[in-house]
């Protein structure tokens, strides 16, 4: 076998260098942990960012797919198949929309989220010069229409111009917000909990305000929660703790577990007065794999009950990241909810994640001086424990 260096060199001289990438290659995964190929082992805090919900290689997951494949992988949407009928229907169940579209990925289903609202304003006015009203540090993805809501203008500026009429206001001041709003807004879209910006969770007052400010103008609202989505807050969706309802949100990352999916979901009011036949389209978006995955997903959440796993560890996170904030200078705030926290520090945090990795631990920051913990939903308190013993020498060092 080739040694972890020359796979390495491999993979630079093949790959297009848009990642600086840890210099590890993975070999497999088992439950909270990674190995690479050289048989070290890893406690993973980054669940290949925020994806692998139910930890790695769990046989009953496992045993849905291989039984997919034997079967069939893609059909197509000319035709229906049953691993997305069943994955539509308990989508609808935990998120509480009415009508799903399912994506190959976070990014395309912003981009559907962006489409259905613009084409629900077109078909209320027939004008095409609506706006839309996005968050700084906010992130919906790489794609040009994902990215022109995305509040980060360091990833927009070499592909302007992208689509027109976005305008970005503060996350959490609801006067920014209420400011932007013209009559020609037709949407609001934001994340539930920001990740990537620094984990920053929606205030409730704000976000009932939003719905509020929304309704009151027929503005619709569209909440990303592909990265807070999926029980990672202790709720299904992070939108059910506060009982704010989006008109359109979008879910992706845990939803599939490791293959790769999304969806955005509308409520019936949208779905009726939105896209319809010709509208919008993919090839492989709710492929029968991909959707026996999701069905899969949703059904394991439940019997492994992950919704209380996620209360009970990730209070406990709390407890410890909270005290570990308040005996060390170096830290400036601590944030999140559920398994969805992070840690701000005065200083960059690519040190500290270093000597982590070293020393057998995954973490990942969130801007440069955040460190943010986004662990497999089964992570439990000894896995804290673990996690803390190895973070407080990396942060001492
Ligand atoms: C990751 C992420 C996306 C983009 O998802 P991709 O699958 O990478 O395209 C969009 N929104 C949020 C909040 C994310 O965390």
Same mark, same amino acid.
């Given at each position: 076998?080739?040694?972890?260096?020359?796979?390495?060199?491999?993979?630079?001289?093949?790959?297009?260098?848009?990642?600086?990438?840890?210099?590890?290659?993975?070999?497999?995964?088992?439950?909270?942990?990674?190995?690479?190929?050289?048989?070290?082992?890893?406690?993973?805090?980054?669940?290949?960012?925020?994806?692998?919900?139910?930890?790695?290689?769990?046989?009953?997951?496992?045993?849905?797919?291989?039984?997919?494949?034997?079967?069939?992988?893609?059909?197509?949407?000319?035709?229906?198949?049953?691993? &997305? +009928? #069943?994955? %539509?229907? @308990?989508?609808? =169940?935990?998120?509480?929309?009415? $009508?799903?579209?399912? !994506?190959?990925?976070?990014?395309? &289903? +912003? #981009?559907? %989220?962006? @489409?259905?609202? =613009?084409?629900?304003?077109?078909? $209320?006015?027939?004008? !095409?010069?609506?706006?839309?009203? &996005?968050?700084?540090?906010?992130?919906?993805?790489?794609?040009?229409?994902?990215?022109?809501?995305?509040?980060?203008?360091?990833?927009?500026?070499?592909?302007?111009?992208?689509?027109?009429?976005?305008?970005?206001?503060?996350?959490?001041?609801?006067?920014?917000?209420?400011?932007?709003?013209?009559?020609?807004?037709?949407?609001?879209?934001?994340?539930?909990?920001?990740?990537?910006?620094?984990?920053?969770?929606?205030?409730?007052?704000?976000?009932?305000?939003?719905?509020?400010?929304?309704?009151?103008?027929?503005?619709?609202?569209?909440?990303?929660?592909?990265?807070?989505?999926?029980?990672?807050?202790?709720?299904?969706?992070?939108?059910?703790?506060?009982?704010?309802?989006?008109?359109?949100?979008?879910?992706?990352?845990?939803?599939?577990?490791?293959?790769?999916?999304?969806?955005?979901?509308?409520?019936?009011?949208?779905?009726?007065?939105?896209?319809?036949?010709?509208?919008?389209?993919?090839?492989?978006?709710?492929?029968?794999?991909?959707?026996?995955?999701?069905?899969?997903?949703?059904?394991?959440?439940?019997?492994?009950?992950?919704?209380?796993?996620?209360?009970?560890?990730?209070?406990?996170?709390?407890?410890?990241?909270?005290?570990?904030?308040?005996?060390?200078?170096?830290?400036?705030?601590?944030?999140?909810?559920?398994?969805?926290?992070?840690?701000?520090?005065?200083?960059?945090?690519?040190?500290?994640?270093?000597?982590?990795?070293?020393?057998?631990?995954?973490?990942?920051?969130?801007?440069?001086?955040?460190?943010?913990?986004?662990?497999?939903?089964?992570?439990?308190?000894?896995?804290?424990?673990?996690?803390?013993?190895?973070?407080?020498?990396?942060?001492?060092?």
């Amino acid at each position: 076998m080739e040694t972890m260096k020359e796979y390495i060199d491999e993979a630079e001289a093949a790959l297009l260098h848009t990642y600086n990438r840890y210099q590890i290659v993975w070999d497999k995964g088992d439950g909270m942990y990674m190995y690479d190929i050289e048989g070290k082992k890893y406690l993973d805090f980054v669940a290949g960012i925020a994806v692998f919900a139910l930890g790695y290689n769990n046989k009953a997951y496992n045993d849905a797919l291989k039984a997919q494949i034997d079967k069939v992988i893609h059909t197509s949407n000319y035709y229906y198949n049953i691993p &997305a +009928i #069943e994955a %539509a229907k @308990k989508l609808k =169940k935990i998120s509480q929309m009415d $009508r799903v579209f399912f !994506t190959n990925s976070g990014a395309e &289903a +912003i #981009e559907g %989220a962006i @489409k259905a609202a =613009k084409k629900y304003a077109y078909l $209320r006015d027939g004008s !095409t010069d609506h706006e839309i009203i &996005a968050m700084n540090h906010s992130f919906h993805g790489r794609t040009l229409g994902a990215l022109s809501v995305t509040g980060n203008p360091h990833y927009r500026e070499a592909f302007e111009p992208l689509i027109g009429g976005v305008k970005f206001a503060d996350f959490n001041d609801f006067d920014s917000v209420k400011a932007q709003v013209t009559d020609k807004t037709c949407a609001i879209i934001m994340e539930t909990v920001q990740g990537e910006g620094g984990i920053y969770p929606a205030d409730e007052a704000f976000l009932k305000d939003i719905r509020a400010l929304c309704d009151q103008n027929d503005i619709l609202l569209i909440l990303d929660e592909i990265q807070c989505g999926m029980g990672r807050t202790g709720y299904m969706y992070a939108w059910q703790k506060y009982g704010v309802k989006p008109d359109i949100m979008t879910t992706a990352k845990a939803v599939g577990c490791g293959v790769p999916v999304g969806a955005f979901m509308l409520t019936e009011k949208v779905a009726a007065h939105s896209l319809t036949s010709g509208d919008h389209g993919t090839t492989y978006g709710g492929n029968p794999l991909a959707c026996a995955a999701i069905s899969k997903v949703i059904d394991l959440f439940e019997e492994m009950d992950i919704l209380s796993n996620v209360r009970q560890t990730g209070d406990y996170l709390y407890e410890r990241l909270d005290a570990l904030a308040g005996k060390c200078p170096s830290i400036k705030a601590h944030r999140g909810i559920g398994l969805i926290q992070g840690l701000e520090f005065d200083v960059p945090v690519g040190d500290i994640i270093l000597r982590a990795l070293d020393k057998g631990l995954l973490l990942i920051n969130a801007g440069t001086n955040i460190i943010r913990f986004i662990p497999p939903l089964i992570a439990t308190k000894q896995d804290v424990d673990d996690m803390l013993a190895i973070l407080e020498e990396s942060i001492h060092e």
